[in-house]
């Protein structure tokens, strides 16, 4: 819950109070393994994109299937509720089709590398969708993810998709080995 609560420092099971006075964080998980140094600023990019990450993914199993349960009839009320359409086209097309498999199939960052433009964030109903997603307690109750819910939140509130910096691929080019992740 603390990743999908990223703005709420210092409330029990979220960021610690201290970063509330940085316009930028960043997300790196210990099971990370980057083979080779990076040679340019990974915050750059934060000046004109809301989010960025190491690398993105649109793979759709049973496992990612059972950590989604009931997501997409949430994110589905929520726009109705507060009358939103997503400005991601591929978002936008599938729920005016009601299709819950192309919600799935959309680029969603990886997570273990993951840099957050608040302020941006901030300037949208960022609150509210935290409150939506919090009273609806899908984190606890089906396993959501940061990965997902932050992920919505962009696609309907931000004209940019997350900025992908494609790590894998370009570490991998540049040192002629796979990037472990």
């Given at each position: 819950?603390f990743?999908t609560n990223?703005?709420s420092?210092g409330k029990?099971?979220c960021?610690?109070?201290?970063?509330?006075k940085?316009?930028f964080?960043?997300?790196?998980?210990d099971?990370?393994?980057?083979?080779?140094?990076?040679?340019?600023?990974?915050?750059?990019?934060l000046?004109?994109?809301?989010?960025?990450?190491?690398?993105?993914?649109?793979?759709?199993t049973d496992?990612?299937?059972?950590?989604?349960?009931?997501?997409?009839?949430f994110?589905?009320?929520y726009l109705k509720?507060?009358?939103?359409v997503?400005?991601?086209?591929?978002?936008?097309k599938a729920?005016?089709?009601?299709?819950?498999l192309m919600?799935h199939?959309?680029?969603w960052?990886?997570?273990?590398?993951n840099?957050?433009?608040?302020?941006?964030?901030?300037k949208?109903?960022?609150?509210?969708?935290?409150?939506e997603?919090?009273k609806?307690g899908?984190?606890y109750k089906?396993?959501?993810?940061d990965?997902?819910?932050i992920?919505?939140?962009?696609?309907?509130?931000f004209s940019?998709?997350?900025?992908?910096?494609?790590?894998?691929?370009k570490?991998?080019?540049e040192c002629?080995?796979p990037l472990?992740?």
């Open positions: 819950r990743w990223l703005t420092y029990i099971g960021l610690v109070k201290e970063l509330e940085y316009d964080l960043m997300r790196i998980d099971d990370s393994n980057f083979k080779k140094k990076i040679n340019f600023d990974l915050f750059d990019v000046q004109n994109n809301p989010i960025a990450t190491a690398y993105m993914y649109n793979r759709y496992r990612v299937r059972d950590t989604r349960i009931g997501l997409w009839n994110y589905r009320r509720k507060f009358n939103y997503p400005k991601n086209s591929s978002l936008r729920v005016e089709e009601n299709n819950e919600m199939k959309l680029y960052t990886a997570g273990n590398c840099l957050y433009n608040i302020s941006e964030f901030k949208k109903p960022w609150e509210e969708y935290q409150n997603l919090n609806f899908g984190d089906y396993r959501w993810g990965l997902e819910t992920g919505l939140f962009c696609y309907t509130h940019e998709n997350p900025y992908n910096y494609d790590l894998i691929k570490l991998a080019n002629r080995m472990c992740y």
